[in-house]
């Protein structure tokens, strides 16, 4: 082997080595076992994707995955002083569209040319799947810093949060590293398997957006019948239900009422009270209706979503939230109603 050619394999070998050690002591830091610094760095990201969601610029396709199925939705997002616009397209089965100024939403429905108006009640959906109160997901939540990975062609942060007791599942979301947008997440069982995941196939962060393509879709309504949804909150303290789960990390967040179509001859609309609870990230609902048709109880799943219903007095309740079946009937077993004076 000449002089020279043994030079640049060692050029070579020195270089690779280098890296290897860089990429190791990258490792070390993001798999470190000090708590404190694992929570405080999974803090910082989760911070960066709450924010991410609702501040940065971003157009792209993602996809939604549970079991079989697998839909794909293209997403438009602008935000600037006037707030935050969205424009959200089904690309599989019926077209739907959702326009959103701040917490107005616009649905269209092309088959019935409806359009339905609602408020938006949470700020749950992807990729904003994070809650503002990041420190208490972690009171629920051990994390673990992963180190990196590539998602639609970015460079991403991984961070994986495991349940600390059984009621909840286990997440692993991949984290744009320049910006801080969620790029994909999995919700995993406890044997980690996935249960259900949405990832970016294609997105585009940055520049000054399009809002006004979508400010003047929700100007332009003519040829459209347009529903208001008749959402209000409500007190359900006051009409007589407490619901006190002896479950860590959920707390409610709001109390809603709205009308809910009868099966009835009469075609009679029925009031439905819904409380929600989150832990910041899983989510659970609690509806209360009146005995006014027939039904029965049961329960059943559907990837990370499961549903309970049971009979109580004259009332139906279903639990439904991205938690185990256990989870629902430990919420179902805390509900208690008195008539109200």
Request: glycine share 8%; charged share 25%.
């Amino acid at each position: 082997m000449s002089i020279k050619r043994f030079a640049v394999i060692s050029t070579w070998r020195q270089r690779w080595l280098a890296a290897a050690l860089i990429f190791a002591a990258s490792s070390v830091w993001a798999q470190s076992t000090d708590p404190l610094v694992v929570r405080r760095e999974a803090d910082a990201w989760l911070t960066r994707i709450h924010r991410a969601a609702s501040n940065e610029n971003y157009q792209g396709t993602f996809v939604f995955q549970r079991g079989a199925t697998v839909q794909a939705s293209r997403i438009e997002h602008v935000a600037d002083r006037s707030g935050e616009y969205e424009r959200l397209e089904s690309l599989d089965g019926q077209p739907r569209t959702m326009l959103r100024h701040n917490e107005a939403v616009y649905t269209f429905i092309p088959e019935r040319k409806l359009c339905i108006v609602d408020q938006r009640q949470s700020k749950d959906s992807f990729p904003g799947l994070v809650g503002k109160d990041t420190d208490s997901v972690l009171d629920v939540y051990t994390a673990k810093l992963l180190g990196e990975d590539r998602v639609a062609g970015r460079d991403s942060a991984v961070i994986e949060l495991d349940p600390i007791d059984h009621f909840r599942f286990g997440y692993k979301l991949w984290a744009d590293k320049a910006t801080g947008l969620l790029l994909r997440a999995q919700t995993l069982d406890t044997d980690g398997r996935v249960l259900e995941q949405i990832a970016f196939t294609q997105i585009e962060i940055g520049g000054a957006g399009d809002r006004n393509s979508i400010a003047a879709g929700i100007r332009n309504l003519a040829g459209w019948r347009v529903v208001h949804a008749d959402t209000t909150t409500v007190d359900m303290n006051a009409q007589g239900w407490t619901i006190k789960p002896n479950v860590a990390g959920f707390r409610e967040i709001r109390e809603l009422r709205r009308p809910m179509g009868s099966h009835d001859a009469s075609n009679r609309t029925t009031l439905v009270d819904q409380a929600v609870f989150s832990d910041g990230l899983a989510a659970i609902s609690v509806f209360i209706e009146p005995l006014e048709k027939s039904g029965r109880e049961g329960s059943g799943s559907n990837g990370a979503t499961h549903i309970l219903i049971k009979r109580q007095g004259a009332f139906w309740i279903t639990l439904l939230g991205e938690v185990p079946t256990e989870t629902l009937k430990e919420f179902a077993s805390a509900i208690e109603y008195k008539a109200p004076q």
